[in-house]
């Protein structure tokens, strides 16, 4: 899978599965965090955090990853808004 192909995955989840769409909005964010593009992962970043901000994020099952590795990213077990901001420093989401 490419980051373009991630991209359009993103896109045809965002508004049928915000939850889903978040994690990989978040994949994006660490994959272009890695390949030194700060602008594309802060980018990225904030449309994850966007994202679960319009879930539930109140247990540990709402906040349980849904997936456990996209394109070589391991995703923590647990993973929200917080999460994301954690593991995107130093960047400013």
Known sequence: MTVASLEQTLNSLRE???????EYAYVLA????????????IRF??????LFD???METMEECAARNMV?????????????????RLQPLKL
């Open 30 to 41: 660490q994959l272009y965090k890695r390949a030194g593009n700060d602008e594309q992962a």
């Open 54 to 56: 319009k879930c539930r």
């Open 70 to 86: 996209i394109e070589g990213v391991a995703l923590p077990d647990l993973i929200h808004q917080d999460v994301v901001r954690n």
């Open 16 to 22: 049928v599965d915000p939850r889903n769409a978040a």
């Open 45 to 50: 970043g904030r449309e994850s955090i966007a």
